[in-house]
């Protein structure tokens, strides 16, 4: 299988590794909005190439994976490219889904390809353990937890109060939730009783920690619904003990069976991952086989992972599968 | 979907009462080997019949789920009414499922009928928890643990000792173990670490307590590669606190991504389950909405949880899963 990545961020650097760890796939070319020559990728032998020049590649490519942002790229670029590839992308706001699908379903029916969108963990691999624990316990409660981990968002945030020189936000569930989950309890949960926040601030020169302590407690959205707690440390420390891009969370289904609803069952999945865009590249890569298996066997149109049966993640047959993994 | 029962043993009765939770089934009638007369099921309505009148049923139940034990029901039943009706089963003589499922593929396609055989949770949901975390982490671990819960096959065994009047044998995992792989040590594990065994016996008047303690912890393949502790006890006592079937366990892989594989990922997926019965049925359910939905899409033959995609099991629409699950 030939796979194309587009855009050269943390996820598109994951999936060229994961590529090299998968034996039936091959990095064939890194497409970039930047100018091609300012890139440097670690595949030595894989072509960087102008987004411009993607269109010339139309039969090189088996699988096209697109590394962009939910907010602007791949809105655009999942329905345009659907057009001349099998893609995938890890489209992740939950509240658009609906669209995206319909606008991407449209294209890759046109242009005869398979696109599988919002692959990932969340939505992706934490949708999946929702709907089969729905699907197996019909009367039950739901809860998801993230974390301990990294939310790009609200470290975006932290960086743009004044008087931030750098920082980073830990998203944590709260144990003691997470156990009264675990136990069966069926608690209801305000948003902070859910998680908490953790954040790691390097200050500006005669910054004023007191006020930016306060205008990050106070911001809404993003940290006033929960209890959020602030350290200031050193440019050095940051870089040290918080340059990774870590994550994970939980997501357990607290349902009942029996005459009498007398048994109660509880389905947990959960990751710890050190690496956020290095676990959810070799997502993207499992759904590129897949892709392209639907794809040979004449399907076209837009899927999620909702529709597509696991064995097609697989390397191994079907007879491989039954003999060894069931 | 109209849903027929063959066998009304724990699993048959777990059906029955998870049918109730489903607005989407109806249970048309129950099929058993004894004299049907001498059978009282919960349901007043539904009609208790012998097995050998199930042919007349063949265009009255949509989906038959048949209850019976893998050593020697399933391997005759599931290929036998494969070619009348569309059928689930528990298969779960994990060596045997590949002629199994040639036996059942064959007859299923005879009668222009969907099987699924070997659902449950192992088979079944620790099965595509396995598959997905190989597909997604080629380079890894794979770890099962079971219990803590009941083991009907250890508990007959010890039963079979002279003394015993009865008992009841729970699978414990070893939490060192256990948290050794939660921990990304990927630690090579005998079966004496990854497991402990304990009994719950009630004694004959007259036996010898030490004679079926050493009788026990010595038993070949059953207990003696264990650390086995055996608890002497009250009949009262085993039937007020060892009365249920619980079970559980948990599946995880352990892998790495990254350019130098420095980034480790741990992917759990772990139940907790107040009746094993309780909780297979239910899963069987969820496959019997799928297997009938594949059938009246024209498809014929054997099926895994491997070969089915996950929407099949869900009663929601696509778009409305799309929207609210993923």
Sequence with gaps: MKIGILGYGNLGK?????????????????????????????????????????????????????????????????????????????????????????????????????????????????????MYANAILPEGNDYTFWGRGVSQGHSDAIRRIKGVKDGKQYTVPVEKALQSVKNGENPVLTTREKHTRECYVVLEDGADAKQVEHDIVTMPNYFSDYDTTVHFISEEELKKNHSGIPHGGFVLRSGVTGFDKEEKHIIEYNLKLDSNPGFTSSVLLAYARAAFRLYKEGQTGCKTVFDIAPAYLSPKSAEELRKTML
Tied chains: 1, 2.
């Design 14 to 130: 994951g999936v060229e590794a994961a590529v090299k760890q998968n034996s039936d796939m091959e990095l064939v070319a890194v497409f970039t909005r930047r100018n091609p020559e300012d890139l440097k990728i670690k595949t030595d032998s894989v072509p960087v190439l102008s987004v411009n020049e993607i269109e010339n590649w139309k039969d090189k490519i088996d699988v096209l994976i697109l590394c962009g942002g939910s907010a602007t790229d791949l809105p655009e670029q999942t329905p345009k490219y659907a057009k001349m590839f099998n893609v995938i992308d890890s489209f992740d706001t939950h509240a658009n889904i609906p669209t995206h699908f319909e606008e991407v379903d449209k294209s890759a029916k046109e242009g005869g390809k398979v696109a599988v969108i919002s692959v990932g963990w969340d939505p992706g691999l934490f949708s999946l353990n929702r």
